[in-house]
């Protein structure tokens, strides 16, 4: 459906853009636990990655063919008690659009980083429209729980939307001398040919080369298979990059498996953890949201 606006000048810095409240505000929180390596400060080191799809926010005229739409996202951290652990709040800004009547808008994203104590925490994330008075506020919570493990083990998986990309950097969005940029709600559009992924492996042995094995399922049985060798870093964690063709999986949830051997002939199994994602060919969304600006 496409508006046509016939705005005097005097009328345009109070302009509003009706085509763009579709609903209320959408906010979808990602999370990935990963092991604080600070041996004083034990606990965990909690990435927040939130995700503002801008195509339910209003948008308001500034000037000619100029429209912006602007929300507040609220981040908490309860602890079991109800007392808060974490609370920030994030003023976000899209880039000014010149049409408001295409369908396609990038999302806003960002990343945030908390060390908290093992335990067991809610995560609430509510974002508020700033230009909509009623209906403008969504909240959504996760529950997080922080442990620590004994052995070997895997931090969370993260699904990527590109492959993760060596870099030096320091910001939020590398993480193990990688540029990472996450797939929003795990979920792949279409276009996607392949899914990526990052995750780190904990107190492996170093003594010899192990074997990693990749498992790709879906409800209905379909299923792909890859292995490859890891050899363990002494000292600190030890990145898993790669990834995986999603080929002729189908609609709907899958499941990626992601386990490592040793031992004897590698049979023996030294840690596994999986991650649930989502192939959604009906829909189009960018390759990975845009940092706010």
Known sequence: MRFFLLVTASLLSLAWCPAAQAGPPQILLDVARFRNLNKVEKGAEVE???TIPTQSLTYRQRAPRAFQSAATVTLEVLKADGKPAYREVITLKPPVLNDTTIAIKNPQSFVKRILLPDGKYTLRGTVKDQYRSAGGETTVEKPLVLEGPTGPFFSDIVLLAMPAAKNGGTDNFSRGGYRLTRTPGNIYSRGTENLFFYTELHNAPTTQALRVHYH??????SAADADGELTPQSGRPTTVVGQLPMGPLPEGPF?????VYGGPGNKKLLAGHRVVGERATAEYAPAGAAVPR
Request: charged share 15%.
């Open 216 to 221: 790709l399922t879906t409800p209905d049985g």
């Open 48 to 50: 927040i990655y939130v």
């Open 255 to 259: 499941t990626l498996f992601i386990e």
